[in-house]
């Protein structure tokens, strides 16, 4: 017997139970086919359906399954049911403590033709508009950096014919996420969350959040003489002193950068909303221009400690931000190749609850947790575990199901049935 049979059979047993958690209250078809994505998806670690039928390990030709995959994939959208039942289990994870980052982004698809409601967007990583799908996804993460909560995934086209607007997705992303978690946790987005309707929705549902303004916001302020000023958020450092210092360690692409940053906060309203004031954190030292952040949090003093929560809380966004890159990078999700729709908003919503499922649920006991540490053993790390250890557990459980001989469902083949033995009491 294979020395991690155990270990591959404990997670299969899990991988059914998770996605059976998820399916509730869908169909029959539905319910295997999660279970099939689940289970096929971190196996190959890969999003392509053809390598997804391959480890499933079918007794059918490979062409039979990917074509079920793909028609049962098409046939329903079931991401806003995943993400619901991905927020719910989520739900109890979050504290008031906690960073709620919510971050538009973007699948890129520069050579599709026939992909369904294929659509405009902004490749930030480019900096140039391209074709794909957008983005919107919510992480929750602690200030200690240490748990990452994924809640919510959904890939969608501004040619739906739902479709409002970019800011409308947020707010309607907000709501869904704080029906569960009401009031609990911190909001911060970057500058795409720069809007006033954005900005009014926080508030009117009572949610602590921290916006990084644009550089060409204007903003109310009080001036060295008392008096109310008009300024752009580029130049209020003008009428703002930063008398505070920190030096914040950056790890990027494995090697370690100091940076020293100088900061303050200045009390500001919106330009367009006078009668509403915020805190108005100023930092300067990450690049060229200053960083402005707007929060309605209330420092209990003046104390460096104290309004460097503030920056704290974006800087963890950042942190909740390698979660979308862990999606993209282990999983390849730029590689999607389904023409339906709906195919594209179900696997997007399928590659969020597997982030759960490695982020949480697999650490929620103490047996998940030794098989955790098997599956960390064999993703052949030469340099220790990294603080987001979802890549390790990626690379780990391939290694682990790269040699299982069965998928997730265990086929009796037609011309071997089990046999039969009847003990004779009067042998002859």
Known sequence: ?????????????QANKFSGILSKGLGKTTGRLIKELIYGIQACKDIKISNIARSLQEDIKLIKTEDRLCRNLAAEDFSNHINEQIIRLGDD????????????????????????????????SEGVGA???????????????????????EAYSSLDKDYVSGTKKITDTIDKVIQKTGTSGVWAIDRGGDCNEIIQHFTSNDLNFVTRLKLNRWLLTKNKNGG??????????????????A???????????????????????????????????????????????????????TE????????EIYLTRWKCDECYRYIKQSYNLEDIRVRSYNGIRNLVAIINAIAYFTSIYMGMN????????????????????????????????FELLKKTKAGIFTHNKKDNPPQRYLLSLFPE
């Open 131 to 153: 074709q794909g799908y957008h983005l919107c996804q919510v992480t929750a993460a602690n200030l200690e950096h240490n748990k990452i909560v994924p809640l919510y995934c």
């Open 93 to 124: 994870k979050i504290t008031d403590e906690m960073v709620i980052a919510i971050d538009p982004g973007d699948i890129t698809k520069p050579y599709a033709k026939a992909m369904e409601n294929l659509c405009g967007v902004y490749d930030g």
């Open 366 to 397: 103490l047996k998940l947790k030794l098989m955790v540490q098997k599956v960390f053993i064999l993703s052949k790390r030469f340099f220790g575990i990294p603080s987001f250890f979802n890549y390790a557990m990626a690379d780990g459980i």
């Open 1 to 13: 017997m294979d020395a991690n049979s155990s270990a591959i059979s404990r997670f299969k047993a």
């Open 304 to 311: 460096p400690k104290e309004v460097y929560k503030i920056v």
């Open 228 to 245: 109310i000023v008009a300024v752009k958020a580029d130049r209020l450092e003008t009428h703002a002193t930063l008398p505070y210092k």
């Open 247 to 301: 030096q914040i360690n950056k790890i990027e692409d494995g090697k370690e950068t100091v940076i020293n940053i100088t900061f303050g906060i200045q009390r500001c309203a919106l330009f367009d909303t006078p009668g509403q004031w915020f805190n108005v954190v100023i930092i300067e030292g990450f690049g060229q221009h200053p960083m402005v952040l707007l929060s309605n949090l209330e420092p209990q003093n």
